[in-house]
């Protein structure tokens, strides 16, 4: 029971912001050799959910600053936060171990596949189910090994974290399998391979995929680094204002070529622009902008319905005027934090001031004349793969506003901007992600960070936008098919190996 629980642990450092994969390798190759003792049922189950509980208690531990910002009236609810969500999240790996445990043998070949398709299938569901949770997938361990993490343009995060889990338990079932000395040689020689030309197809795509600079427009990447406690005090409303515009002010090449400003999530809201003065305030510093200027901003909005009052967490963008150009509202709500599940039977109230934000559409693109089309997303929305554009337009960029600061210098902003990266490859885009403060940046279509601001900085320096690249990615095209295909391979492979370990009993 415990060596299941650390070995759960022992994965965490292969994530941001360490990165250090090795350490999945030794994880779960040391835990699958853990479940192989288990012959019973709910014995793998326990290893599966210590397991799970273990890997997610250590990277999601920091899911519990957010209710340790000061004045916060859900303090109480700290230890559920911390062990409840991690609790409920190794309910999916338990249930993998045990359907492993109870239709093979893992000391067969065939029991190591269908330990790996079993794993990645569950972290497909844990990724959907109830709006979903894809944080920390397997394959966000390449992060810092970029031409690894070109796989993810082929078959998505998915793929690359079912062919990370793989690689990574198979040396635990080079050690205690049943198969041939010969057989053995063979996959460790396929492990090797497979690794090494991975690699190289990620070396010679990048190096194929230089980043290309767009000399039409510059982008004023605006982190304010406003701490989570004056953020909502209504007695710091004029300063966060006057701090966003301080930092927004007109450089000598902003009067040279186009500009986008972008202001992080929240950053103002629609009881700002009804104020004369702050409207005014903020058109005075777009009019000091010679060549077309427009302010991409997080804002808080409502409307109303009736009597019944609406708000919506929103990128808004503005044109130089402070017209509305579009208003995209988030559709990806963090459960109990902006919204409570079943709200009509628990009686609990969000963390934000109110009964909680609506829902919105679904991603939609914004066009921003001379510039092009740009998909918006809010905070979290950019974890979720194949979710991050329309599927008929597609777009010139992404933009994603968020505020990390509730969870202050953990590893937390460091693995959210590190899935950012990952939306990128997939979609063959440049990323533009800025942050009330967190790790703003920008990142070009092959994962490259090309410009960044780093946590708890104040910055509003002038970068370059990349181009994106003129072809569709095969990930953008099909999805999480190659997912489903390669699931379906290893299963079937699975069946036949169960078949002819039988015939070969029988004789």
């Given at each position: 029971?415990?060596?299941?629980f650390?070995?759960?642990?022992?994965?965490?450092?292969?994530?941001?912001?360490?990165?250090?994969?090795?350490?999945?390798?030794?994880?779960?190759?040391?835990?699958?050799?853990v479940l192989?003792?288990?012959?019973?049922?709910?014995?793998?189950?326990?290893?599966?959910?210590?397991?799970?509980?273990?890997?997610?208690?250590?990277?999601?531990?920091?899911?519990?600053?957010?209710l340790?910002?000061?004045?916060?009236k859900?303090?109480?609810?700290?230890?559920?936060?911390?062990?409840?969500?991690?609790?409920?999240?190794?309910?999916?790996?338990a249930?993998?171990?045990?359907?492993t445990?109870?239709?093979?043998?893992?000391?067969?070949?065939?029991?190591?596949?269908?330990?790996?398709?079993a794993?990645?299938?569950?972290?497909w569901?844990?990724?959907?189910?109830?709006?979903?949770?894809?944080?920390?997938?397997?394959?966000?361990?390449?992060a810092k090994?970029?031409?690894i993490?070109?796989?993810?343009?082929?078959?998505?995060?998915?793929?690359?974290?079912?062919?990370?889990?793989?690689w990574?338990?198979l040396?635990?079932?080079?050690?205690?399998g049943?198969?041939?000395?010969?057989?053995?040689?063979?996959?460790?020689?396929?492990l090797?391979?497979?690794?090494?030309?991975?690699?190289?197809?990620?070396?010679?795509?990048?190096?194929a995929?230089?980043?290309?600079?767009?000399?039409?427009?510059?982008?004023k990447?605006?982190?304010?680094?406003?701490?989570?406690?004056?953020?909502w005090?209504?007695?710091?409303?004029t300063?966060?204002?006057?701090?966003?515009?301080?930092?927004?002010?007109?450089?000598?090449?902003?009067?040279l070529?186009?500009?986008?400003?972008?202001?992080?999530?929240?950053?103002?809201?629609?009881?700002v622009?009804?104020?004369?003065?702050?409207?005014?305030?903020?058109?005075?510093?777009?009019?000091?902008y010679?060549?077309?200027?427009?302010?991409l901003?997080?804002?808080?909005r409502?409307?109303?319905?009736?009597?019944?009052?609406?708000?919506?967490?929103?990128?808004?963008s503005?044109d130089?005027k402070l017209?509305?150009?579009?208003?995209?509202?988030?559709?990806?709500?963090?459960?109990?934090g902006?919204?409570?599940?079943?709200?009509?039977?628990?009686?609990?109230?969000?963390?934000?001031?109110?009964?909680?934000?609506?829902?919105?559409?679904?991603p939609?693109?914004?066009?921003?004349?001379?510039?092009?089309?740009?998909?918006?997303?809010?905070?979290?929305?950019?974890?979720?793969?194949?979710?991050?554009?329309?599927?008929?337009?597609?777009p010139?960029?992404?933009?994603?506003?968020?505020?990390?600061?509730?969870?202050?210098?953990?590893?937390?902003?460091?693995q959210?901007?590190a899935?950012?990266?990952?939306?990128?490859?997939e979609e063959?885009?440049?990323?533009i992600?800025a942050?009330?403060?967190?790790?703003?940046?920008?990142?070009d279509?092959?994962?490259?960070?090309t410009?960044?601001?780093?946590l708890?900085?104040?910055?509003?320096?002038?970068?370059?936008?990349?181009q994106?690249?003129?072809?569709?990615?095969?990930?953008?095209?099909?999805k999480?098919?190659?997912?489903?295909?390669t699931?379906?391979?290893?299963?079937?492979?699975?069946f036949?190996?169960?078949?002819h370990?039988r015939?070969?009993?029988?004789?």
């Open positions: 029971m415990a060596a299941a650390v070995t759960g642990a022992i994965i965490v450092p292969a994530l941001a912001p360490l990165n250090l994969w090795p350490f999945l390798f030794l994880g779960f190759s040391a835990f699958y050799i192989s003792s288990a012959t019973k049922t709910r014995t793998a189950f326990a290893y599966g959910w210590l397991f799970g509980f273990g890997y997610f208690l250590f990277s999601l531990s920091w899911i519990g600053n957010a340790l910002v000061e004045g916060n859900f303090i109480w609810a700290w230890p559920f936060a911390v062990a409840g969500l991690p609790a409920l999240l190794a309910l999916f790996t249930t993998a171990c045990a359907l445990v109870r239709f093979s043998s893992l000391k067969s070949f065939s029991g190591f596949l269908i330990f790996v398709s794993i990645m299938l569950f972290e569901l844990r990724g959907h189910i109830l709006t979903g949770f894809p944080w920390n997938l397997y394959g966000y361990s390449w090994t970029l031409p993490a070109q796989l993810a343009a082929i078959g998505g995060i998915y793929w690359l974290s079912l062919l990370t889990c793989l990574a338990t040396p635990g079932f080079l050690i205690i049943e198969e041939r000395k010969a057989f053995k040689f063979i996959m460790l020689t396929a090797i391979l497979t690794m090494g030309g991975s690699y190289y197809y990620g070396q010679k795509r990048m190096k995929n230089p980043t290309e600079i767009r000399n039409d427009v510059i982008i990447l605006v982190q304010p680094n406003i701490p989570q406690t004056d953020k005090n209504p007695e710091k409303s300063d966060n204002l006057r701090k966003l515009l301080a930092l927004s002010e007109a450089q000598q090449v902003n009067r070529v186009n500009t986008i400003i972008i202001w992080p999530e929240t950053a103002i809201s629609d009881y622009l009804e104020n004369e003065h702050a409207a005014a305030a903020i058109k005075t510093m777009l009019s000091g010679e060549k077309p200027v427009y302010l901003s997080g804002v808080l409502y409307q109303y319905e009736g009597e019944h009052k609406k708000h919506f967490n929103s990128l808004v503005f130089s017209n509305i150009i579009a208003s995209y509202n988030k559709s990806h709500l963090v459960p109990f902006e919204y409570i599940p079943l709200q009509k039977w628990l009686p609990l109230k969000p963390f934000v001031k109110f009964s909680g934000f609506e829902q919105g559409k679904g939609q693109n914004t066009m921003l004349p001379d510039i092009g089309l740009f998909s918006p997303l809010v905070c979290y929305e950019v974890i979720f793969p194949g979710a991050v554009t329309e599927k008929t337009d597609r010139d960029f992404i933009v994603n506003v968020t505020n990390d600061a509730w969870y202050g210098d953990s590893a937390g902003p460091r959210h901007f899935q950012t990266q990952f939306r990128a490859i063959g885009l440049p990323v992600r942050a009330n403060t967190g790790i703003s940046g920008i990142i279509p092959v994962g490259r960070i410009y960044q601001v780093d708890s900085k104040k910055s509003a320096e002038n970068a370059v936008l990349p994106k690249k003129p072809y569709i990615t095969t990930y953008t095209h099909f999480d098919i190659l997912f489903f295909v699931l379906c391979f290893l299963l079937i492979l699975s036949c190996f169960q078949i370990g015939s070969t009993n029988k004789n």
